[in-house]
């Protein structure tokens, strides 16, 4: 019978099993998937494991923090930060295609882990042993999505699954590979990965930058910020959080519209609120919340954020919308 304990112990063995002597780096995103994947390598090979949370300058406001106060606090884990937020903006310049940007996104994960790696091997002249393997967190919906499941399309390239580049240095560990997220949860769990993280809602690797449809600029991840902080807010103040499975905020940076506010005339963006219901990502519907949480969203949002004029909710489900827009 299936138990999130069998299930926890049968995967350590088995990543113990793949990195034998050898020593692995993780990229810890503050996600649900990464940080079970760590604690998961962490329980195998212990301080041979280093995690790297990249700065991308594609997070939302407080990710960071909360990678280190809750995940570190509750493993101990060895944790490098990076601040790669100018390398990802300059790699990310003059470029609007979804898949393109995804593919970027995915390669300069990859360069910053394998500069991670050279600097942890010289940081310790007693150990000359490189780093070879790289942990992630990929699931089985990833897996289909990005085409490597039988028969399936290619759906999007997810960066830790389709957008690897073809010379990657490492090999890869991907202990959840056959699990769903709800599986996924209760491995945690076991495991001992703080509930604050288990339960949050699923954020994509490529972050905030496959959520501004357009080019990815400094100041348009400003604004995305600013009201993806928003509407977390209030959806968490109206106790809706474990009722959806999560809430893309959407900013369509290269469309206008025309608005009044005070007594001048606007010309701003829309941002799009898409609210989903969902049992594991691979279909979902459109989640139905309440008109003022809505309403206090939409003023919020138009009132605080520059350059944000429109409001608006995506009434689509999965398919034939995917979650996110891009
Ligand atoms: P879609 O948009 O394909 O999203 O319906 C399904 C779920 O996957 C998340 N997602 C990603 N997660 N790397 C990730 O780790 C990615 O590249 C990626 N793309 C989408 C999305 O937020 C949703 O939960």
């Keep these: 019978t299936w138990t999130a304990a069998n299930m926890a112990e049968e ?7 793949q990195i034998g002597e050898g020593r692995a780096i993780c990229g810890l995103s503050g996600g649900v998937d990464s940080s079970v994947a760590a604690a998961m390598v ?4 212990g301080d041979r494991l280093t995690c790297v949370f990249v700065d991308h300058g594609l997070l939302r406001a407080g990710e960071a923090e909360q990678v280190k106060e809750d995940f570190v606090a509750a493993t101990g884990v060895d944790l490098v930060v990076v601040d790669a937020s100018q390398q990802f903006l300059d790699a990310l310049a003059g470029q609007s ?8 996104i995915g390669r300069e994960f990859i360069r910053v882990f394998e500069q991670a790696a050279r600097d942890i091997v010289g940081a310790e002249s007693s150990s000359e042993h490189p780093v070879e393997f790289l942990v992630q967190g990929t699931l089985y919906p990833d897996v289909v999505e990005s085409g490597g499941g039988t028969g399936a399309a290619n759906i999007k390239s997810h960066h ?26 209760q491995v945690g769990l076991e495991l001992g990965v703080p509930e604050a993280i288990v339960w949050r809602q699923p954020f994509p690797g490529p972050g905030l930058g496959i959520r501004i449809i357009g080019e990815v600029t400094a100041e348009r991840l400003e604004i995305l910020r600013a009201a993806d902080l928003i509407a977390r807010e ?16 959407v900013l369509l940076a290269d469309v206008r519209s025309v608005g009044v506010q005070g007594d ?10 898409r609210p989903v219901s969902s049992e594991d990502a691979m279909t979902a519907d459109w989640t139905r919340l309440p008109y003022d949480v809505l309403a206090k969203i939409s003023n919020r949002i138009t009132n605080e954020v520059a350059d ?6 995506d009434v689509t489900s999965k398919p034939p919308g995917t ?3 891009e």
């Design 11 to 17: 995967l350590v063995e088995q990543v113990r099993e």
């Design 42 to 45: 962490q329980k195998a090979i």
């Design 97 to 104: 295609d979804p898949e393109t940007k995804r593919k970027i």
């Design 160 to 185: 830790n699954v389709g957008g690897l580049p073809d010379d990657l240095q490492f090999t890869l560990v991907e202990p959840l590979r056959s699990l769903f997220k709800d599986e996924v949860r």
């Design 234 to 249: 209030e959806l968490t103040a109206a106790g809706l959080d474990r009722d959806i499975w999560q809430c893309p905020v």
């Design 264 to 273: 001048g005339r606007t010309y701003g963006h829309p941002i799009v609120l």
């Design 308 to 313: 944000v004029n429109r409001v608006v909710l």
């Design 323 to 325: 979650i996110e827009w």
